[in-house]
């Protein structure tokens, strides 16, 4: 016997777990960033904060979002190699989370948009 499920409506960007997974993201990028030197405020941990927040607000522009979360990942590892973090796992864990999450957001808008095509396509 199949199972069946109804999906739930999302009512607000909010209720994405992608944007909740982002939201995390940003929060704890935050934290990690509050203890680095003064002297990186207008530099890395700068960087790091707009990276981490255009993830979360740009949830709509997929592939920017795609982009600053790879350049994040990448800002992650340098503040790791210079001595400011020693472990760099539960922040690249939740980065790999987001990425699926994204990439999944990314294959369902396109597999959505095909179909409005082929609807389209379909009209005499």
Known sequence: MEQSYQRSKIESFTNL???KKSYELVLM???LTKNFPKDELFGLVSQMR??????????HFYNISR????ELHNQI???QG???ITSTDE???QLTTVHKLLNGLIAQSKLRLQKQRDVGNQRP
Request: include cysteine; charge should be positive.
């Open 50 to 59: 707009r990276c981490g927040v255009s993830v979360k607000d740009k949830m």
């Open 91 to 93: 922040y690249i864990k």
């Open 17 to 19: 777990d992608t944007w």
């Open 29 to 31: 990028i935050y934290s």
């Open 82 to 84: 210079i001595g400011y």
């Open 77 to 79: 590892l340098i503040a």
């Open 67 to 70: 982009g600053s979360l790879i």
